[in-house]
């Protein structure tokens, strides 16, 4: 009896073909071994992205960022920056963090007034009411710590030209009058005022260097270099703008306007106080227009430091009261900056 040779069926199996994405595991001589495409020692399952040897594990990058935990500011957060770029890790990366060694130092941090440090990073260590400076929660400063002057005790604007008079019936104080209402602003009130009073002093000559007394102002002093006379100080007042505006690089005009009311008929002093924050203001050209359509030049691509800029604007027998308007343009680009707020001073008289 023959039997059967015994046959031995090997099943071969042919890969055919590279699939789309590489299987976590191949056989090799029987058993199961990683993969790692990139090179980087970390298997494809661990890996934050095996096709880049620069992405290494999961689990010491968990937002997978290309940064160790160590190294990141957030590891959770793919957006976030490193250490090396904000040492803090506040969000905010040098020269706009002031101080990258504090976390609780950065611009918009809520300000202590009292402690000599610049939390904000605005370059007041401390915004001081009443120090002529503009700075954090300040929308204006004008010296002192006066309040119905436009700038309140706490430097807020006051409601300047929108809570007044329309005519002299709405004035309740015996002698006030309703003056300078602005005819052609939308909205725009008048202002009661004390016109028949004689403070002692009036019509007495004064300068910046001789100032009037309480209740007077010095007519001229500014636009006279002669100086000038005491008159009712409330002929004068201030306007003030918060703006907190980047200015634009493009060639074109950042514009910011107040209201002024409550004045006699044309003005004699113009006076601009402007707070800037910009390296270089030798860049700006700056204009003031006034409600007649005048234009006159603040600065002109000159140094400036904060103070009273006088403006010659107008031929002096135009309207006073109505929208004043300041134009600022940068001439050269590549150097941005800030207009943080400006003010108008404006000393009037009856034509």
Known sequence: MHRRPRILFVLTLLHLGCPSSPTPTEIVAGQTASIDEDGDGVPNTEDCDDQDDQLGARHEDQDCDGLKAAQDCDDQDAQSLSREQDGDCDGYRPPEDCDDNNATIYPGADEDWE????????????????????????????????????????CLIEAQCTEGCRTDADCVNEGERCIGEPGDVDGATGQCEQTNVSPEGLEAPCSLEVPCGPGLACLGA????EGGWCVADWLAKDFYSHDLAELPEDGSSYSS???????ASVPVDIVVYLHLDHPRPEDLVIELEDPNGQVGTVLQNQAWSPGPIIAQVGSGD??????????VRDTVSGVSGTLTGWSLYLLSRWD
């Open 257 to 263: 306007s107040v209201v002024a009311c409550g004045l």
């Open 222 to 225: 500014y636009a006279w270099d």
């Open 115 to 154: 402690d000599g440090v610049d939390q904000d990073c605005d370059g007041n260590a401390d915004s001081v009411c009443g120090d002529a400076r503009l700075g954090n929660i300040e929308t204006c400063d004008d010296g002192n710590e006066a309040n119905g002057d436009g700038c309140s005790s706490d």
């Open 318 to 327: 135009d309207q006073v009261n109505g929208r004043w308007t300041l134009r």
